[in-house]
C-alpha cells in the first residue's frame, strides 16, 4: 500500500512541476514575443522605452523562474536515479 501511495504521489508531484515549467516557459515566450514587437514600436516615443525596460526586467523574471524549474526537474531527477541505483545494488533480503 505505501509504494503504491508513494508512486501516486511521485507522479502528482512530477505532473505539477512539468505543469508549472511549461507555465513558466510558455510566459517567457509570451514575454520575449511581446518585447519583439514593442522593439518595432521604439521609434514612436519615449514612453516605449519605460515599457520595453520594464518588460525586459519581466522577462528576465521569467527565465529566472524557468531556469530554476528546469534545474528543479533535473535534481529531482538525479535524485531517483541515484535512489534506483542504490536499491538496485543492495542485495535482497531474505
Given at each position: 500500500?505505501?509504494?503504491?501511495?508513494?508512486?501516486?504521489?511521485?507522479?502528482?508531484?512530477?505532473?505539477?512541476?512539468?505543469?508549472?515549467?511549461?507555465?513558466?516557459?510558455?510566459?517567457?515566450?509570451?514575454?520575449?514575443?511581446?518585447?519583439?514587437?514593442?522593439l518595432?514600436?521604439?521609434?514612436?516615443?519615449?514612453?516605449?522605452?519605460?515599457?520595453?525596460?520594464?518588460?525586459?526586467?519581466?522577462?528576465?523574471?521569467?527565465?529566472?523562474?524557468?531556469?530554476?524549474?528546469?534545474?528543479?526537474?533535473?535534481?529531482?531527477?538525479s535524485?531517483?536515479?541515484?535512489?534506483?541505483?542504490?536499491?538496485?545494488?543492495?542485495?535482497?533480503?531474505?
Open positions: 500500500f505505501y509504494m503504491a501511495c508513494r508512486q501516486i504521489l511521485k507522479d502528482y508531484m512530477k505532473k505539477l512541476e512539468r505543469e508549472r515549467f511549461e507555465a513558466d516557459l510558455k510566459e517567457a515566450h509570451d514575454v520575449l514575443a511581446h518585447m519583439g514587437s514593442r518595432h514600436d521604439i521609434e514612436r516615443n519615449d514612453q516605449s522605452v519605460v515599457e520595453l525596460d520594464a518588460e525586459m526586467g519581466h522577462m528576465i523574471e521569467a527565465l529566472h523562474e524557468v531556469e530554476a524549474d528546469f534545474e528543479n526537474l533535473v535534481r529531482t531527477r535524485r531517483m536515479l541515484e535512489r534506483q541505483d542504490s536499491a538496485a545494488s543492495k542485495p535482497d533480503k531474505v
